[in-house]
């Protein structure tokens, strides 16, 4: 079985331009979750979907980070324009947690990093 | 709200040694607590996990860690490691009703021959 995927593993971009960055969860997880590792520091939540709908964006920094899930499967999260502080280490996850149970086992994709010169 | 602290940046410790990867937390509300495991290249992986009962709970590769309520501490412990588990480690809690989770800034263990 396939695991969290994330493309591209590495991308190099100017200041003010626009990047997607994507995530196919395993088949059948409804929670997908990204986050962000910036300059070695610690994991911070970005967004959770519960199949296409957000759940919880409070850790999306600013409006210029837009998340999409589309059909429930894959999702996208662009960044536009980019600054310098998007820098880091994007990571995927997802779960198949259902309504009240939590077992706290995400999945994570091997993330992707994000460089803004 | 909640917070993780990992007071250990790098752990080196010789192989075959015991070692204790520290995690401290903040919250106002009970919580669920994680260790997480990135070995080189890979994404993150579940090592073990507290949601109630047992305060000592146990999780692959032989590691294991204990919930202490009073020093809201998760600290994670192998009697004796291998080289293999050279690797970052990641506390985390989560609180009932939330899924997300709050990460510490992670640990690095490097296992010295």
């Known amino acids: 079985e396939a695991g969290v995927t994330q493309f591209p593993s590495h991308s190099v971009i100017e200041k003010g331009q626009t990047v997607t960055l994507r995530c196919d969860p395993i088949s059948g997880h409804d929670n997908l979750y990204w986050y962000r590792r910036v300059m070695g520091k610690e994991i911070k939540f970005l967004l959770h979907?519960?199949?296409?709908?957000?759940?919880?964006e409070s850790g999306m920094p600013n409006n210029r980070f837009l998340a999409e899930r589309t059909g429930g499967t894959y999702s996208t999260l662009k960044v536009q324009p980019a600054e310098l502080e998007d820098s880091g280490v994007y990571f995927c996850a997802s779960s198949q947690d259902r309504d009240r149970e939590v077992t706290g086992e995400l999945f994570f994709g091997e993330g992707s990093r994000l460089t803004v010169l | 709200a909640q917070s993780v602290t990992q007071l250990d940046s790098q752990v080196p410790v010789f192989e075959e040694a015991p070692v204790e990867l520290r995690c401290n937390y903040s919250s106002s509300v009970s919580v669920y607590l994680f260790w997480y495991v990135q070995y080189p290249n890979q994404g993150l992986q579940l090592l073990l996990k507290?949601?109630?009962?047992?305060?000592l709970v146990k999780g692959i590769n032989g590691f294991e860690a204990e919930f202490n309520k009073s020093q809201t501490s998760f600290h994670l412990r192998k009697p004796s490691v291998h080289i293999s588990d050279t690797a970052e480690y990641f506390c985390a809690v989560s609180r009932p009703g939330r899924r997300a989770l709050t990460f510490g800034s992670g640990t690095r263990l490097q296992v010295q021959p």
């Open positions: 507290y949601l109630s009962g047992s305060t």
């Open positions: 979907f519960v199949k296409e709908s957000k759940q919880d």
